[in-house]
């Protein structure tokens, strides 16, 4: 367990790829997760029509993103030297084809390629190619790019790779640099001066130059001090490896991120990854704490599971209305932060024992959450004097007593309004699960 003490700074206002889109976190679906390589037009189109006929797309997901693997693998077009779409995969005219059918849903469509130069699955990548391939996404009709981190050639490479933090090989973290054994980059290091930062400002600078605003995911898996040079580059930066659906991992990344939030606000998103929520593996109270946290933390909401099969509860919680509404708040777009980490001290680093009582403003008032990492329930409280925003009203007193402002409570799983609370709201909270409430002012 190692402690941390981190420099607040605050994130850019803009992000550099200014196109007009990306204010809001990006909500939608990606086939990774559910599908990896065995991907085809018809899973595309199921999953389309599946987030219109669900709801999904009334309550916002908009995106239906194709993942890796969707080009042929021998190589690019030998005369206009374009990446070429898997014919047998996608046989309506390519990607376009498909492109237009999404479109047709009112959904918007996403494309795949790696900063390298093949992708991770082995297939034909974007580097030196970045001018041609962002004008062919953009006659295609793409809305979203994720850009990915697989096979750098040598002259692209950094001589280290930041600091993502965590207790491996007995690292010293001190202020987010890791000292010691490790990859890790000296303190001071100009980040922005990176291959790494350069190799995605490229791409920033192709997808600027077409005719059509792409959103611009970037994925470089937290290396290269992307947390100083990402919002000046694209609409989100993954912030860490890849996830699964071992809880252990969504932990460890949820641990990760929450302590890059300082960079989120309007434009740009420390991204954690994509959504396991459906997938087999988590328990209830697993998907309900993923999925709060990471919309609470205003990552993308991009859903990975197979949306044929997906059962009621899962779907009711990707739905939350609540939880929605805060993630996609246009007046507030700080996140939610933890205002006491629990278990451990607080900017206590722990990837078994992350932060657990979170809380961020929003439109709708306040949304409190507790977290229990343990596997048995765990008997909380959530206290008004702790929480950023409302100490000081939670307090008003006027004479003895009279005049002292309480806070109404919604739970935000069950939409119950909860009644009033003066000081505190005690909850008891499953193993693994997640206690939210939205507080109003408005009681006495």
């Not at 037009?41 to 890796?68: H, M, Q, W």
């Not at 010293?172 to 290091?189: A, L, M």
């Not at 400002?201 to 600027?208: E, F, G, H, K, S």
């Not at 403003?361 to 409190?368: C, I, K, R, S, V």
Request: charged share 20%.
């Amino acid at each position: 367990m190692l402690s941390l003490v981190l420099q607040l700074a605050l994130a850019p206002a803009v992000a550099g790829l200014a196109n007009g889109i990306g204010r809001l976190p990006a909500m939608g679906w990606n086939s990774w997760n559910a599908y990896h390589c065995d991907i085809t037009e018809a899973k595309f189109l199921d999953a389309a029509d599946k987030i219109v006929s669900l709801g999904l797309k009334d309550v916002g997901y908009e995106y239906v993103n194709i993942d890796d693997c969707w080009s042929v693998k021998s190589g690019r077009d030998p005369t206009t030297h374009r990446i070429v779409p898997d014919p047998e995969r996608f046989p309506d005219n390519g990607i376009q084809g498909t492109a237009e059918k999404v479109h047709a849903l009112g959904l918007k469509i996403g494309i795949y390629s790696s900063a390298g130069t093949e992708t991770c699955a082995g297939y034909p990548a974007s580097i030196g190619y970045e001018e041609i391939d962002a004008a062919t996404w953009a006659e295609w009709g793409i809305d979203y790019l994720k850009y990915d981190n697989c096979n750098v050639p040598a002259n692209w490479t950094d001589t280290c790779n930041g600091c993502v933090p965590d207790s491996k090989l007995g690292d010293e973290i001190v202020n987010g640099t890791c000292i010691g054994p490790g990859n890790w980059c000296p303190v001071g290091y100009n980040y922005t001066a990176s291959n790494t930062a350069e190799r995605y400002r490229i791409m920033r600078d192709a997808l600027a130059n077409q005719n059509r605003p792409i959103l611009y995911s970037i994925c470089d898996w937290g290396q290269g001090g992307v947390q100083e040079w990402g919002n000046a580059t694209g609409h989100s930066w993954r912030s860490t490896d890849d996830i699964n659906t071992n809880w252990s991992k969504i932990v460890e990344l949820l641990n990760a991120n929450s302590f890059y939030l300082n960079h989120v606000n309007f434009w740009g998103r420390s991204d954690p990854d994509m959504l396991e929520v459906g997938n087999p593996g988590l328990s209830a109270a697993e998907a309900r704490s993923h999925f709060a946290l990471w919309a609470a933390m205003k990552s993308p909401l991009l859903i990975g599971t197979d949306l044929a099969a997906i059962s009621d509860d899962n779907l009711a919680i990707l739905k939350n209305k609540h939880l929605l509404a805060f993630n996609q708040d246009d007046v507030y777009g700080a996140p939610a932060t933890p205002y006491k980490w629990g278990t451990n001290p607080d900017w206590t680093f722990n990837v078994s024992y992350p932060a657990e009582y979170w809380s961020g403003e929003y439109q709708g008032g306040t949304l409190a959450l507790v977290f229990n990492p343990y596997s048995t329930s765990q008997a909380r409280n959530i206290t008004f004097s702790e929480i950023p925003g409302l100490h000081a009203k939670a307090h008003h007193v006027q004479g003895r007593g009279r005049g002292r402002k309480g806070y109404r409570a919604t739970d935000i799983w069950t939409d119950k309004d909860l009644g009033c609370f003066m000081d505190y709201i005690a909850v008891d909270v499953e193993g693994h699960d997640t206690a939210g409430v939205v507080l109003r002012e408005g009681c006495r």
